[in-house]
């Protein structure tokens, strides 16, 4: 992507990112949101201590030979585009909150074939929904499916790996 275009998307000047490329200023947290945001990445902010486990999930989901389709893209893109609108529609709001990290992780996460079958079943639901809104309960039962396919995905056998913990409950101790 060229300065120009890039500077296009983000609204900053490409005098400005030039200066960035280059390295001669150092983008501030706005300039570096409306780039990421240009560049359709996330930014996204995790204690230190949790970085390995951060990285285990990640390069996983690299050696897996999944990859990130277009249409994977589109599809977790029109489930959030739709719980942007529909978030009044939940009895609870944690279960809207719940969809949408689910959401966000699925968005980055690469799906095997059968994963990303269950999601487009999941989008077929809003189809239907356009015509016939959802019942809270079908819609905590949507929020419920779309957890459990993150679930999955996360914690899939990844080529007969040991399965590890992407997190602890306890703080380990330092000292030992």
Do not use: C
């Amino acid at each position: 992507m060229s300065q120009r275009e890039l500077s296009a998307r983000s609204g900053l000047t490409q005098s400005h990112i030039s200066q960035i490329e280059r390295g001669t200023m150092e983008p501030g947290l706005s300039s570096l949101v409306d780039v990421a945001r240009a560049l359709d990445l996330e930014i996204v902010l995790a204690p230190k201590k949790r970085m390995p486990a951060i990285g285990n999930i990640l390069g996983s989901a690299s050696v897996t030979g999944d990859t990130l389709t277009s249409e994977q893209r589109k599809l977790v893109g029109r489930l959030e585009r739709w719980l942007a609108g529909g978030r009044d529609q939940f009895s609870i709001a944690s279960e809207a909150d719940t969809l949408k990290d689910s959401l966000a992780l699925l968005r980055h996460l690469p799906l095997s074939a059968d994963e990303l079958d269950r999601l487009r079943e999941a989008t077929l639901h809003l189809n239907r929904w356009q015509d016939d809104p959802p019942s809270r309960k079908e819609l905590s039962e949507f929020a419920h499916a779309v957890r459990q396919l993150r679930n999955a995905t996360v914690h899939r056998d990844r080529d007969g790996a040991v399965p590890r913990s992407a997190y602890a409950l306890e703080e380990e101790d330092d000292d030992a």
